[in-house]
């Protein structure tokens, strides 16, 4: 069962266009549809495997199939909650995010965008092309995509990384170039994790380098 779907990658700076359009098939080509959803499978399981670990993951994909009823720590990191610490109150999103706004979902839509152009069709390789559209460069998507998520997943940089910081909008509005950590009532999945250690023995957080093209 996955935490997401199709119609989280519909809007915002996660659209991915056809994506929910079976009209827009090509003969011998798989659709929008069915290669969205093969990256989701594939990528959700990346990611949960990345900040969990194996046992974990199995233990959260059996949660996902009756998530209503399962363990109310599964319930809380993939809907999110509020909870207390040093009598300040945190919010944590969950996984699925905020009306969507999912971390999850801008870990699969990089992936996806990584993905080379060209399909496979029954004739041989082809190029995507929109005729009389403008084209333009994916590297600034991606990365405001790709820095979305990195807000959303971690929080502590190294030494050598730099902090970036995000506008409503998730566009990049800044950068912490002396990593001087903040205080936010929002967490990332990064202190949730650490903040909650004891419902998630033995979780391994795979931590994420910056980036500044498409991929890199």
């Known amino acids: 069962m996955p935490i997401t779907d199709s119609t989280y990658y519909e809007k915002g700076k996660k659209f991915i266009p056809n994506n929910n359009n079976q009209n827009t098939e090509i003969a011998g080509v798989p659709s929008a549809v069915s290669e969205l959803d093969y990256f989701i499978s594939k990528y959700e399981r990346e990611f949960t495997i990345g900040f969990l670990n194996i046992t974990l993951y199995n233990e959260l ?83 405001d995509a790709w820095y979305i998520f990195l807000e959303k997943y971690q929080n502590e940089v190294g030494v050598n990384e730099h902090r970036y910081f995000t506008d409503c909008y998730g566009n990049v509005v800044g950068i912490d170039y002396y990593n001087q950590q903040t205080k936010n009532v929002l967490v990332t999945l990064e202190t949730y994790m650490k903040d909650h250690e004891t419902d998630f023995v033995g979780y391994e957080f795979t931590r994420y380098n910056g980036a500044n093209s498409l991929g890199i």
């Open 61 to 143: 994909e059996s949660a996902l199939l009756d998530l209503p009823n399962a363990d109310i720590k599964w319930q809380n990191l993939v809907e999110g909650n509020e909870y207390v610490k040093d009598s300040v109150t945190y919010r944590f999103d969950g996984l699925r995010g905020f009306m969507q706004d999912s971390m999850v979902a801008f870990y699969v839509f990089c992936k996806y965008m990584e993905n080379d152009e060209s399909y496979y069709s029954t004739t041989g390789t082809i190029k995507s092309d929109a005729s009389g559209a403008n084209t333009f460069s994916p590297t600034t998507k991606y990365l």
